[in-house]
């Protein structure tokens, strides 16, 4: 391996009276990947937004290629050839594929007028080069978190010329985007660029990284080799074994909630790149979890937003059924009416308001309950509010902090306690555990778990196939909005993933 590229010695940082590094030592050598693991609120983040120029450090040093920088601003950072895809993408959902690609670098004809006409023929290039199809002119806003992802990606490419720092880039990406990513990561590094790679996706690190840092409580926890045993990883994570991190299944389920049978959704208007539902067969039982599988465009997603009448206007055609009762799901209100919950996948986009604080998120569900004749009651809301940071243990446990300020762990479990205080009778979740640690992610499947045991009926999308092994009870696989297999929980990922490619 060469010489180091990049060091970073003793970095500490605070933030208030919260102190998030305490003496960072990390580094990357040219042509590398290394791989940064650790819990939400290890440090990891703040750390690479010190190499990147978004935080000044308070002490410690930084060098690269042995001559000792500092960068007060993300742009001077780009300028030394370090890029960032952050875990929350910096893109503008108006406008179109092109103009995000460009933003702040803009092709400009003489006479300073933009050429829109450039742009997006080099938009089209760079998609090319990865051998992505989106189109360039559609809004960003139109497109999957996954879509946005890959343009996220494409953005960045354009300022790494020496480091590439990736922040759980395959959250929201399908197996077969994974190794395309993959493989562009392997190319630039062959080049000579060093690529830091974050991600809490433990099955990941010895497909692509060359060595390991882990983090935790603001410390390295330590570096080993990327084919390290995950059990030394996860120990490594979060100090201690995890044995378990999926639960026992039930032994039981309990009758029919939802039943789906030869089912369509005809939206009043279409949308490019959103799949409809169609001719679905399926069923959702008390106690039991459910899981949809397929691959990035097989209409997870928009089976769950139709279900819950959000996404795009429409009615359902077939049987749709709730205990055996049929159901008019045509908005949110109807749907809330039947006892449906929805978790969407964008929890800080949809999901949050997130310079609220974390006590007013989680009552938004249950106002009428907290707000008699109208009237905000502190003390019901107080009740309400305790309860959720007991069954989900948020933390801190401050229901005026902003839910924006929390990690990305206590934030999905916001949102899910949310929906769980309205009671619902069945929960549809979209990528639950999108940008969570493992810790906190087997903390979520605790309690998904106790709540099917409690009677509720669970119905979850994921695009990790692990999780929806681990998880779920049933497996749904879709493809092109069509239900075209179901297996018992304990199946095999190959079996699940052959079914999911079929006829493609």
């Given amino acids: 391996m060469s010489t180091p590229l990049l060091t970073m010695t003793a970095v500490t940082k605070h933030f208030g009276g919260a102190q998030a590094l305490r003496g960072v030592d990390f580094e990357l050598r040219a042509g590398e990947i290394h791989a940064l693991l650790g819990e939400n609120g290890a440090g990891k983040s703040t750390l690479m937004g010190v190499l990147a120029g978004v935080h000044a450090p308070d002490s410690g040093s930084m060098a690269i290629d042995g001559k000792l920088v500092q960068f007060a601003s993300p742009r001077e950072a780009q300028a030394a050839g370090i890029a960032t895809i952050f875990q929350e993408l910096d893109l503008v959902p108006g406008l179109d594929v092109a103009a995000n ?3 702040g670098r803009e092709i400009v004809r003489p006479g300073g007028f933009l050429d829109r006409a450039a742009m997006r023929d080099e938009a089209r290039r760079r998609l090319a080069d990865i051998d992505v199809d989106i189109d360039a002119e559609r809004k960003v806003g139109d497109l999957s978190i996954g879509q946005r992802q890959v343009v996220a990606i494409v953005k960045a490419l354009s300022y790494a010329s020496r480091v590439l720092i990736m922040d759980e880039p395959t959250a929201a990406l399908t197996a077969g985007e994974v190794e395309r990513l993959f493989a562009i990561m392997r190319r630039l590094s062959a080049s000579g ?21 882990v983090m935790r409580d603001g410390l390295v926890a330590g570096t080993t080799a990327a084919d390290a045993p995950q059990s030394e990883l996860v120990r490594l994570l979060v100090g201690r074994p995890l044995d378990e991190l999926y639960p026992p299944r039930s032994a039981a389920v309990g009758p029919r909630l939802l039943h789906l049978e030869n089912a369509s959704f005809r939206p009043k208007r279409q949308r490019a790149g959103w799949q409809v539902p169609s001719g679905l067969s399926l069923d959702v039982h008390r106690g039991e979890i459910v899981g949809l599988a397929g691959l990035m465009g097989a209409g997870r997603t928009e089976l769950l937003s139709a279900l819950y009448g959000t996404g795009l206007a429409g009615r359902w055609e077939g049987t749709v059924e709730i205990e055996g009762r049929a159901v008019k799901l045509d908005s949110i209100r109807a749907a809330r009416r039947a006892g ?19 006590g007013r998120n989680l009552v938004m569900s249950i106002l009428k309950r907290v707000s008699p004749n109208g009237f905000s009651s502190a003390a019901r809301e107080a009740v309400a509010v305790l309860k959720a940071f007991g069954q989900f243990d948020i933390r801190p446990r401050n229901p005026d902090i902003a839910v924006g300020a929390l990690s990305g762990g206590n934030q999905q479990k916001v949102v899910l306690a949310k929906e769980i205080l309205g009671e619902p009778r069945l929960l549809l979740l979209d990528e639950p555990t999108r940008g969570v640690d493992v810790g906190a992610k087997g903390e979520i499947y605790a309690r998904l778990r106790d709540l099917a045991r409690q009677g509720l009926g669970i119905l979850v999308a994921s695009s990790e196939m692990p999780e929806l092994i681990g998880l779920c009870d049933r497996i749904i696989v879709l493809r092109q909005g069509r239900d075209v297999a179901e297996f018992k929980g304990s199946v095999d990922e190959h079996t699940v993933l052959a079914a999911a490619n079929a006829g493609n």
């Fill in 101 to 103: 690609l460009f933003l």
């Fill in 193 to 213: 660029v060093g690529i830091v790679y974050i991600s809490h996706r433990l099955e990941e690190v010895p497909q692509i990284a060359d060595r390991v840092t």
């Fill in 340 to 358: 449906i919950a929805f978790v969407t996948d964008d929890r800080r986009g949809s999901g949050l308001m997130l310079r609220m604080g974390v």
